[in-house]
């Protein structure tokens, strides 16, 4: 069983930045891929960022490319989601998510997730 706990959100204005982390309880934290989901009010949870286990590849999706930044630092067991240019579009509650898989989709482990508002 892998525990992850979310932390970091917050309310921002538009244009503003924000930096979640997920710490895990995973002794062999890289061996998981990791990543960060969100869900807003309506609408149903998707993907945003994930990462491999060495950090070497990562995914975005295309609504917040060249703004979010994921990583990992493994000797913390700890990822990260750098969230920059901040729009009322991404206000959600983000989920950090770990899974053997490389893609995300099955045997997911997740956080509680933690409230991201931006205002206009």
């Known amino acids: 069983q892998v525990q992850l706990v979310e932390s970091g959100g917050g309310l921002v204005q538009a244009g503003g930045s924000l930096r979640l982390s997920c710490a895990t309880s995973?002794?062999?934290?890289?061996?998981?891929?990791m990543g960060w989901f969100r869900q807003a009010p309506g609408k149903e949870r998707e993907i945003v960022a994930r990462i491999s286990r060495s950090g070497w590849n990562t995914f975005y999706v295309d609504s917040v490319k060249a703004r979010f930044t994921i990583s990992r630092d493994n000797a913390k067991n700890t990822v990260y989601l750098q969230m920059n240019s901040l729009k009322p579009e991404d206000t959600a509650v983000y989920y950090c998510?770990?899974?053997?898989?490389?893609?995300?989709?099955?045997?997911?482990?997740w956080g509680q997730g933690t409230q991201v508002t931006v205002s206009s």
């Open positions: 998510a770990a899974s053997s898989g490389p893609a995300l989709t099955e045997d997911i482990y």
């Open positions: 995973a002794r062999t934290f890289s061996n998981y891929n």
